[in-house]
């Protein structure tokens, strides 16, 4: 069976599912045997999930139109989409 | 064409419109791109002004170079390597500059934040539990060329052949920067 140092650089790609079917395998079999290397992956996925998960700010409402400002062209005229106008009339 | 007929075009296809003269195409894609970038900026310079002014600078650069995107290329990748290479030379910029950024006193285990401006944002403090605030506040701490990797990665979701097109370095580089950052970042938050 690998041992855990050849397992190590294996784990973070078995995060991000690039390893080949073969390697996962490996991986797989060295987890179900060794409990260090499963809470190193542990961690290592909550870390992932954590930084996926993390808030998702928006940019200001008169981004747009200042950026068109410094452009100096005059901005198109937009149609709201469907969702905003809906959100409009619902008033959310 | 009406703003919801083209909503259904690539990104592609409105770049090539926006290089033929069409500024409603060009709006459009600041409408697809205009969160995206600001995320990646703020992610990268910590700061909302900066970032929004980043942001902004990105598709003023989108914008004066159209006639230079090919469209073979993804539109993506070349907004967001316009956008990465700003960030980076403001960091660099700020770096200069007498305050001192914390990535050297971070990896020892000294204080995470000492520039101003990197307290968290009051977005991120309302709804986030401490482990997020905690592992944003790590990531600030990341040398920029390992934020920026880790920023695209789990804060855009581009794959390792996007981000290393975006950064113009092999794959490999890719992974080993992600790599080493993630495991940096699984190191403070198991030791804080």
């Known amino acids: ?92 | 064409m009406t703003g919801a007929g083209r909503s259904s075009l690539m990104d592609e296809e409105l770049a090539a419109r926006a290089q033929a003269g069409d500024v409603s195409a060009f709006a459009d894609l600041v409408e697809r791109y205009k969160h995206r970038l600001f995320n990646l900026a703020l992610r990268m310079l910590r700061d909302r002004a900066e970032a929004e002014d980043v942001a902004q600078e990105a598709f003023l650069h989108v914008f004066r170079a159209l006639s230079s995107f090919r469209v073979e290329e993804k539109f993506s990748t070349w907004v967001y390597k316009i956008a990465s290479n700003l960030c980076i030379d403001r960091l660099r910029r700020v770096k200069r500059r007498p305050v001192p950024l914390a990535d050297n006193h971070a990896e020892e285990g000294g204080p995470v934040r000492q520039v101003p401006d990197a307290a968290p944002l009051p977005a991120d403090l309302a709804e986030t539990s401490e482990l997020k605030r905690n592992i944003l506040a790590a990531v600030e701490t990341l040398p920029a060329r390992y934020r920026v990797v880790v920023v695209l990665r789990h804060f855009q979701d581009l794959s390792y052949e996007e981000i290393a097109q975006v950064l113009q370095i092999p794959i490999g580089t890719v992974k080993t920067r992600l790599f080493r950052a993630r495991e940096a970042l699984k190191h403070k938050l198991e030791g804080s």
């Open chain 1, 1 to 92: 069976m690998a041992k855990c140092p050849e397992i190590y650089p294996l784990l973070q790609a078995y995060l991000d599912a690039t390893l080949s079917l073969a390697e996962e395998e490996a991986l797989e079999k060295h987890l179900r045997a060794c409990l260090r290397c499963r809470s190193r992956l542990v961690a290592l996925a909550r870390t992932a999930n954590t930084l996926r998960d993390a808030p998702k700010v928006h940019a200001t409402e008169d981004f747009t139109r200042r950026l068109f400002d410094r452009l100096g062209v005059e901005r198109p005229e937009v149609r709201p989409s469907l969702m905003a106008r809906l959100k409009n009339m619902l008033g959310i």
